[in-house]
């Protein structure tokens, strides 16, 4: 029997996996979500003596059941190879009485990679598997490393287009530069003047817009998306809490069903949860704590039970977190109604509507796992200094939230539970805040000089992902407003 996905918003729409990956979003808004979540089949023990690849397929197997083992270890090999520039693909390093779960070991040095490097192969297995004639059209919004990770994996995959937009002024040099020097005849970069949320909201239009799929299919094209909100996204996800628990396990820092701490630093909420499915399956996990920035809806929202959106939107130094729509969220909102789809509905239309929702008491009880709080700007500078002072170890900006928020943790619980850090990206993706941190005087350099400045002061080489661009030719350079999103994409299909 198929594991299948329904709709967080309409309980009559159930998809296979395969459909669901296709169509990233479900019909009227609402996300794909397992009707259930299977058990692991294989022990702990069993998995610590796995590689990443195998680890990958011991769990994908569960959630892609509509894949055959052939299909998806060549998806999982295709995808976790010599793009990462290390034989884990996840290693974890001690550093700070935690441990550091880095994941941008891939080819644009940042966590998407984990998963937008196998999105590519699923998404193109799936097309076949449904006898999809027409090219798929990867629309996708980027707060600054999910773009540059979905260009890379999908440049040149034959039968698809990427597009993506950007907050013009809202990503780290770095980031834009990598993007508009992105290579490959089915890639296109623009940059909106508007926010990250803006840019979310007009790819989710144009994905419910039912005429624009009509005059699409009509020329041979259709929509998926390659957000987080893609469960194709969510998945291979999962795949790197397993392995860093069975890590630890291997190397006997923790006994077999011990439970861990897992912090993250969270935007659109889909690390994080991803690993609640990996406890949901099986992962023995205490706390999951949930850091952002200033722009803090997340953490008020753990304290109150109000989500809401209503407020200033800030632009920090961890971009990729400068969020006020947590996508992801709904499919815990859905989780924690009783799986009940009208009422998550009606949470989510009161989002849109008033820009803000309640839940009730009864619901806000079974969120006891999550631990919300957040670093202000000041703080995540001071804790890459000071990390890089006690250690030598250099956190990125959005890692650095994540430690600050651990302090934080640590301080008001006095809980002693060994603690996995997601670190989501190269401290080489944010050269100038991060050296700027460590001393204001670095200001004053380029940011190539402070790359190979970097590359000194933490004893790792420059990444190939930054060599790349250094002298790398712009070649995308359109611009529009968040209100011609629609129409830019219609020029650029010829509809
Ligand atoms: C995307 C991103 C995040 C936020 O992850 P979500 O899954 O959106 O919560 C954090 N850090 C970095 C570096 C990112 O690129």
Redesign the pocket.
């Known amino acids: 029997m198929d594991l299948l996905y329904k709709s967080t918003r309409n309980s009559e729409e159930v998809v296979t996996a395969s459909q669901a990956i296709l169509k990233g979003l479900a019909d009227n808004g609402g996300l794909f979500v397992p009707t259930s979540l299977p058990k692991f089949d294989v022990s702990l023990n069993d998995l610590a003596k796995m590689s990443y690849q195998e680890v990958a397929y011991e769990v994908m197997k569960l959630l892609l059941t509509d894949f055959t083992e052939e299909e998806l270890k060549h998806c999982i090999n295709s995808a976790y190879d010599s793009k990462f520039d290390t034989k884990e693909i996840a290693p974890l390093k001690k550093a700070a009485g935690a441990y550091y779960l880095e994941l941008f070991h891939g080819s644009t040095i ?3 990679d984990m998963a937008l490097s196998i999105l590519p192969y699923l998404l193109v297995t799936s097309a076949k598997k449904n006898q999809i004639k027409n090219d798929i059209v990867i629309l996708t919004a980027t ?4 773009g540059k990770a979905a260009l890379a994996g999908f440049a040149d995959v034959e039968g698809t287009k990427i597009i993506v937009f950007y907050p013009k002024n809202g990503v780290s040099p770095i980031q834009e530069k990598q993007m508009v020097t992105q290579k490959g005849d089915n890639t296109y970069v623009v940059g909106i003047h508007g926010n990250f949320d803006d840019a979310q909201t007009g790819v989710k239009n144009m994905f419910s817009d039912k005429e624009l799929a009509n005059v699409m299919d009509a020329a041979g094209y259709q929509f998926s998306s390659a957000n ?1 909100i893609n469960i194709g996204r969510l998945v291979p996800q999962i795949v790197y809490y397993v392995y860093a628990y069975t890590r630890l396990l291997a190397q006997g820092e923790i006994k077999d069903g011990e439970k861990i701490n897992v912090v ?9 949860l991803a690993a609640y499915y990996a406890k949901e399956m099986g992962l023995p996990v205490a706390k999951f704590i949930c850091a952002s920035n200033d722009n803090k809806v997340l953490y008020d929202f753990f304290s109150t039970g109000c989500y809401d959106r209503n407020r200033e939107f800030i632009l920090t130094t ?1 971009p ?2 400068d ?1 006020l729509i ?1 996508s ?1 969220l709904e499919r815990l909102i859905y989780k924690i109604a009783g799986c009940d789809s009208d009422k998550n509905k009606a949470l989510m239309e009161s989002l849109v509507k008033e820009g803000k929702y309640n839940i009730t008491d009864e619901m806000k009880a079974q969120l006891a796992e999550f631990y919300g709080n957040y670093a202000k700007e000041s703080e995540t500078a001071e804790t890459i200094k000071k990390v890089y002072e006690t250690d030598g170890y250099i956190l ?1 900006t ?1 890692t650095a939230v994540a430690a600050t928020v651990y302090d934080k943790y640590l301080a008001d619980t006095k809980d002693d539970t060994k603690t996995i850090i997601a670190s ?2 190269s401290p080489f ?1 944010f050269t100038r805040s991060v050296m700027n941190a460590i001393d204001e005087a670095y200001d004053a350099k380029s940011d190539f000089e402070l790359v190979d400045e970097l590359s000194s002061l933490a004893k790792v080489k420059v990444p190939q992902a930054i060599e790349d661009i250094r002298n790398a030719e712009v070649l995308h350079d359109t611009v529009c407003d968040k209100t011609e999103m629609l129409d830019t994409v219609k020029k650029i299909l010829g509809i």
């Not at 707060?143 to 999910?146: I, L, Y």
């Not at 993250?264 to 994080?272: L, S």
């Open positions: 940042a966590f998407k707060s600054g490393d999910t987080s993250v630093p969270t935007g659109n909420f889909g690390n994080i961890s990729s977190m969020i947590s992801n990125d959005h989501t990206a993706k």
